[in-house]
């Protein structure tokens, strides 16, 4: 049975989450057509534009993301507090980038004195423009109605460009979130479409390499996509804590792990998928695996199957049963896979 959205996305439970949208009938409109034969491979420079003018607007972190042919995955973080912090006319300005504002709401950016009823429609109405600031609902819709519109105006045609509701799945935990950022980042390694994590077009971890090697100034993509922060990593004359490992929960916007540690996951895990390098890996197991107390072998089995053989949400089980509970739900699917996986 569909869940309402408003169910699905809860602060209550967790600020993370795995989105993915596809393509109408899962057809390739945004690459190579084997069909028509067309390619549509600038469709996914629309998606990445679009997400970093979003990702300035909104109150979200994009911790990873992927564009593909036929759909993408995203990674957010729902940053709830930082819209609480925005000043009226902050809000004001942030929405009217996406929308047509109004008469009270320009007057309240010109400085116009207004009546004391005025007041408190602008009130109203900023409250609800903040809390659609904050909104994962509001962001995919923004985005996925921008790319629909692009696409059917280049069709010359009308119609469906994506295939209904997008999906979302809430990550319960720390192990949830590096799972899923993983598997979003090593999506065009598993498809075959890439050899390396670094060479993947359109996706968060060859930004973040890309990053590293290029100056700023020099950087071919004009308006990148601001990514979400790792936590910083200790200094030489301290050792890590566990406040700073797990900085990231409390900490807005911040990934509960370091770069290093992620980079070595992923490079560990992509050379360790590809078919034709398999038995060629001869790095020792990442050590946030050994944290996290993850299985390496139940790792590598089961990370490419999570959107899967996860529902509604993915963690631990005993991170699992609490959300199932307040959704209501008797049956919830991912208990198999989160002892598989994580182990409990």
Known sequence: MTQARRTLISLDQTSWFHICSRCIKRSFLMGEDKYSGKNYEHRR???????????????????AYAVMSNHYHLVLHIDAGKAERWSDKTVIRRWMMLFKGNALTLKVLKNQPISKAEQYLVDDIVAEWRNRLSSISWFMRCLNEHIARLANAEDKCTGRFWEGRFKSQALLDEQ???????????????AGIAALPETSDFTAIQQRVQSLN?????????????????????????????????????????????????????????????????????MAEPKILQRLN?????????????????????????????????????WVKGLGAARRLFGC
């Not at 949830?176 to 390694?189: F, G, H």
């Not at 990514?227 to 406040?243: D, G, Q």
């Not at 992620?262 to 895990?269: F, P």
């Not at 490419?304 to 739900?329: V, W």
């Open 45 to 63: 420079e629309w998606i990445a534009d679009k997400l970093a003018e979003l990702g300035g607007i909104f109150a979200l972190d994009i911790a």
């Open 176 to 190: 949830a979130i590096i799972t899923c950022m993983a598997y979003v980042d090593l999506n065009p390694v598993r």
């Open 214 to 282: 290029t100056p700023p100034k020099k950087a071919e993509n004009k308006n990148p996509i601001k990514l979400a922060k790792f936590c910083k990593p200790p200094t030489k004359n301290r050792l890590p804590t566990a406040a700073t490992v797990h900085q990231g929960q409390r900490s807005t916007g911040v990934i509960p792990f370091y770069w290093r540690d992620y980079l070595e996951l992923i490079d560990w895990t992509g050379r360790a998928i590809l078919p034709n390098k398999t038995g060629s890996i001869a």
């Open 294 to 330: 993850i299985d390496s072998g139940d790792w590598l089995d089961n990370m490419p199957r999570i959107e899967k053989d996860f529902h509604h949400c993915i963690g631990r089980g005993d991170s699992i049963k609490p959300c199932a509970e307040k959704l209501d739900q008797c």
